[in-house]
């Protein structure tokens, strides 16, 4: 499937459903700055759509919350 969204990207830029389909993938797998990034192209394409609106905040926050620890050991080894 993967394949496929990113032939219709570069056959299709201006839609925006092949981009919120890939950046599905991307966080899927994990790859949260990839999900972030085809997110942020289907905005660009369609301002208005919802599901990559929703898509991209919710993979804002869980980058957040996956790089809290990391935050959080800094702040130990400044107190330090």
Same mark, same amino acid.
């Given at each position: 499937?993967?394949? +496929?969204?990113? #032939?219709?990207?570069? *056959? ?29 192209? +289907? *905005?660009? %394409? ?9 898509? *991209?905040?919710?993979?804002? +926050?869980?980058?957040? %919350?996956? #790089? ?6 800094? *702040? ?5």
């Amino acid at each position: 499937a993967k394949n +496929a969204f990113l #032939e219709a990207t570069r *056959l299709r830029p201006d839609v925006a459903a092949p981009w919120l389909n890939l950046g599905l993938i991307y966080e899927q797998q994990g790859q949260l700055g990839p999900a972030i990034a085809h997110f942020r192209q +289907a *905005l660009y %394409v369609d301002p208005n759509n919802a599901p990559a609106k929703t898509a *991209l905040q919710l993979t804002e +926050a869980k980058l957040k %919350v996956r #790089e809290l620890p990391r935050q959080i050991e800094s *702040l130990e080894i400044a107190r330090d």
